[in-house]
């Protein structure tokens, strides 16, 4: 196995990034790829389905700390050996996220020598991208590629539209829109077009279903917990669809109006 | 080191200047601050005297909400239609790196024909030395200076930060700055010791062009030895050798050794470069130890605390420093008298002759008294 993917999610927040990262890295770690992911939101909880419901200390609560952080400080096998770590940040209200996202890429770029060796990093990034901080993984070179979470609801497409202008604006290629179902009409349809309208294609298409919140509510991931599921299945295909890919574009957004009437 | 954690609450020098002068060591043209107007101004003044360009991307409440991209691409155009600069510089400060400003962008969008070396730096360090290690490691990655220098400095200024936390401006939670001693009392001194016989070792252990004072008072013992007849008393120690260091920093000690060669003072001892001062101390200690352990007093000019004191303790130490918060921690490792240079480094910028220092020039009118 030769592969060397480096990815970030994108979507607007609520939408099921970290759901998905999870599930998505879960499916790779059965295929036996090494995988890590890398929660870059303050809330750091990206990884916690991976880790039977635990936290893990971030690598911010580490440096706050004064502690000269080695990898074995902030790296945590969960399910499978799928590599988990969190950047933590500050309390909502306090200090500057950006900023501490920064720092702590740096940081990792520095002491994490397993960082070449991953088949898959998983970058997932909070919704909203507020300030220059919050594309710190990208503008550090760390990842190659991203993928847009969305549902066929107005808002999420506008902020998927919204990520994929950034994303062309940071010179990083996008390789696909990812579908979390959120059950409303035509969904499918409309998020198909979307992503060809752009210039992409649509991946997958998640259903909603109760059971990837039952899952997560006992803190694991489907992959985990409902392995023969319909949706554990799904999120297989994603993931292995995921690895194979070898194609990317630089997204066109699509004006407002475009937008709007896509979704009528 | 037990006082690598202690808060310090002085204020010291910054990680962003300290990245400036690496840039003017490493002989760039102009240098770009990226940031608000105001940030690192007296320096940023100084270096102009020095010779080089420096200029500010001027980030204003805007800049710091929507980002610099342009501004910094922008100043490239213009530093280059203006200065012709065949090596630039841009510098970040702690407004845009806050903000995740990233340099190699514009830099790459500006697509000059010229070299650029991005310092991503801000003046949040412990250690002001950051600032220089960040420049070096950017110029190794531009090219401009090989693997070898580059080990070399970064092994210098490990110990120019080990030096500092010993006995200098970062071993005390707060250090109140000092005039040290009168300068007159410290002249009539020596040339007393002088005037009893005793023998004397100067020892210039400077900080790069800080070197262009700090030699004047070598040469002021030595004037007045000789006056008094007793020039074979005085033994010359510096680090001035001519083939260490970054081109500018040997091209200073050019410009001092030819100096001391007109002037007729012959340095008996080379300790080393001018950027080795924080290692110089063991070369002394050992040349003390092995040849000159029985004299009676030294002069130790440029960063004495660089310096141990196995050897030196049964000598009278008279040292000088342009540091005010170094006036202590001397007088602790038991330096008999301290004197300042006050606002030494601005006079020795954009120079290439020796500059008479304040304590020279006393040294020199105290004699022609005492004659």
């Not at chain 1, 023969?228 to 799904?234: E, F, T, V």
């Not at chain 2, 008996?268 to 101390?281: K, Q, R, S, V």
């Amino acid at each position: 196995m030769n592969v060397h993917k480096r990815i970030a999610i994108y979507g607007k927040g609520g939408i099921g990034k970290s759901s998905t990262a999870s599930n998505v890295a879960a499916a790779c770690a059965d295929e036996g790829y090494k995988v890590m992911i890398i929660g870059c939101d303050p809330k750091s909880d990206s990884s916690i389905t991976l880790l039977g419901g635990k936290r893990i200390p971030t690598i911010l609560d580490l440096l706050r700390d004064g502690v000269d952080v080695k990898e074995e400080d902030v790296i945590f096998k969960g399910y499978k050996g799928v590599q988990c770590v969190e950047v933590g940040g500050p309390e909502p209200g306090i200090g500057c996220a950006g900023r501490g996202i920064i720092v702590a890429i740096q940081t990792l770029k520095k002491i994490s020598k397993s960082l070449n060796e991953m088949d898959l990093i998983i970058y997932d990034v909070p919704g909203d991208i507020v300030c220059g901080g919050f594309v710190a993984p990208i503008r550090k070179g760390l990842v190659k590629e991203a993928y847009v979470l969305t549902s066929g609801e107005y808002m999420p497409l506008y902020a998927a539209n919204n990520i994929c202008r950034g994303l062309a604006k940071i010179n990083t290629p996008l390789s696909g829109i990812i579908c979390n179902s959120r059950s409303v009409s035509r969904e499918e349809e409309i998020v198909t077009k979307f992503a060809a309208e752009i210039g992409s294609e649509l991946m997958a298409f998640i259903p909603k279903e109760q059971i990837v919140q039952d899952c997560e509510r006992d803190g694991f991931s489907v992959i985990e917990k409902a392995p023969d599921s319909n949706i554990a299945q799904i999120y297989r295909k994603l993931a292995r669809a995921i690895m194979e890919r070898d194609t990317s574009v630089m997204p066109k957004a699509l004006d407002d109006e475009r937008l709007r009437e896509l979704t009528r | 080191m037990d006082n690598k954690n202690i808060s310090i609450i002085h204020p010291r020098p910054s990680s962003i200047v300290a990245a400036l002068y690496t840039l003017r060591d490493l002989n760039v043209d102009v240098a770009i601050l990226h940031g608000p107007p105001g940030c690192s101004f007296k320096h940023a003044r100084l270096l102009e005297e020095d010779g080089i360009h420096v200029v500010t991307t001027a980030l204003d409440e805007s800049g710091f909400v929507f980002g610099g991209h342009d501004a910094l691409v922008n100043i490239l155009h213009k530093v280059n239609d203006m200065f012709h600069p065949k090596l630039i510089g841009v510098v970040g400060t702690c407004a845009s790196m806050i903000i995740g400003e990233e340099m190699h962008e514009p830099v790459m969008e500006a697509n000059l024909d010229v070299p650029v070396i991005e310092v991503e730096v801000h003046a949040g360090y412990r250690n002001n030395t950051k600032g220089v290690l960040f420049a070096l490691e950017s110029a190794l990655d531009a090219g401009i200076i090989d693997r070898e220098e580059f080990k070399r400095q970064q092994h210098l200024l490990e110990e120019a930060t080990n030096v500092e936390l010993r006995h200098g401006a970062a071993s005390k939670e707060y250090l109140a700055p000092s005039r040290g001693d009168v300068k007159y009392k410290v002249a009539q001194r020596i040339i007393e010791l002088l005037k009893e016989g005793k023998r004397g070792i100067t020892i210039m252990n400077a900080k790069k062009e800080t070197g262009y004072m700090f030699a004047d008072i070598t040469l002021a013992v030595n004037e007045v030895a000789e006056q008094l007849g007793k020039a074979d008393n005085i033994i010359n120690m510096a680090n001035i050798d001519q083939n260490l260091g970054l081109p500018r920093v040997r091209h200073h000690a050019e410009c001092i050794m030819k100096d001391f060669e007109e002037k007729g003072l012959k340095v008996h001892e080379i300790i080393g470069g001018l950027d080795e001062y924080p290692i110089t101390g063991t070369t002394i200690d050992q040349l003390i130890q092995e040849k000159y352990s029985d004299y009676d007093f030294a002069v130790i000019t440029g960063v004495p605390h660089a310096i141990p004191m196995d050897h030196l303790s049964d000598m009278e130490i008279i040292s000088v420093t342009n540091g005010p918060r170094q006036v202590l921690p001397l007088k602790e490792l038991g330096h008999e008298h301290v004197l300042v240079e006050i606002d030494l480094h601005p006079k020795t910028l954009g120079v290439n002759h020796i500059v008479e220092s304040e304590f020279g020039a006393t040294l020199r009118e105290v004699a022609k008294e005492s004659l």
